[in-house]
């Protein structure tokens, strides 16, 4: 029986974009003195069988005053449709071989986890065009200094919008201390969400500076906040 028959999930109506990257992103709301106990837990447990495991984008501590909520974090993971159902076949599944529901290791850390945090929200997000993946990111500096802008748009100009921006920004960035690492297409809603990276915060004010303005009739309208990639950001931090 294969993974997604046992938990009921079906294969992508294009088999050959099963194995397709996706994005599952975290935004959390910490509880007061929290965020660093939060963020030192995170990104360390790993459950899956090797090969199922979600690859850690970044985690990141909102600075403060920037930004509309705090404290808060975010959590950005990487992933395919094909690894995602297969950690949650062993998860939930009840297919001969699959690890039991109740892991006493990921219960241990899900439960000190969550006396952390508040609330929040999770996305499950495609690439758009021209997005980059982690092998890219890879490719250039250290990016320890983050923004993240979640652009709310007019109803259906959030394709349009995410072409103008894997087109137009990256272009506009050239030779600039900030580059776009990702441009990201939640599966529902009208937003898109944004990041872009530097190696530090000197350069920051040049940043709206050299920014194309996106067509006015998409309506877009971006909340932005300031994020630091912790030090399990393996692959922003990485030395």
């Not at 690894?83 to 998860?91: H, P, W």
């Amino acid at each position: 029986m294969t993974s997604e028959q046992s938990v009921g999930i079906t294969a992508p109506a294009q088999l050959d974009r099963w194995d397709e990257r996706f994005y599952c992103h975290e935004d959390v709301y910490i509880r007061p003195g929290m965020t660093a106990t939060y963020l030192a837990n995170q990104g360390r447990q790993r459950s899956w069988s090797e090969g199922l495991n979600n690859t850690l984008v970044g985690i990141f501590g909102q600075l403060r005053p920037v930004g509309n909520a705090w404290p808060r974090a975010v959590n950005l993971w990487e992933t395919s449709w094909r690894r995602k159902v297969g950690a949650l076949n062993e998860q939930f599944g009840p297919n001969e071989g699959a690890k039991p529901a109740n892991d006493k290791v990921l219960d241990s850390w899900w439960r000190s986890s969550a006396g952390h945090r508040s609330g929040g929200w999770d996305r499950l997000m495609l690439p758009g065009p021209g997005s980059l993946s982690l092998a890219d990111l890879q490719k250039g500096p250290p990016l320890h200094a983050v923004i993240q802008q979640v652009v709310r748009l007019r109803m259906g100009a959030k394709k349009d919008y995410l072409a103008w921006f894997g087109e137009s920004v990256p272009r506009a960035l050239a030779g600039n201390a900030w580059r776009p690492m990702m441009w990201l297409d939640p599966l529902h809603g009208q937003s898109a969400i944004v990041y872009y990276g530097a190696e530090n915060w000197d350069h920051v004010s040049e940043l709206g500076r050299v920014l194309p303005v996106p067509d006015a009739a998409w309506q877009a309208r971006a909340d932005s906040s300031a994020l630091q990639a912790w030090n399990t950001s393996e692959f922003l931090q990485r030395k």
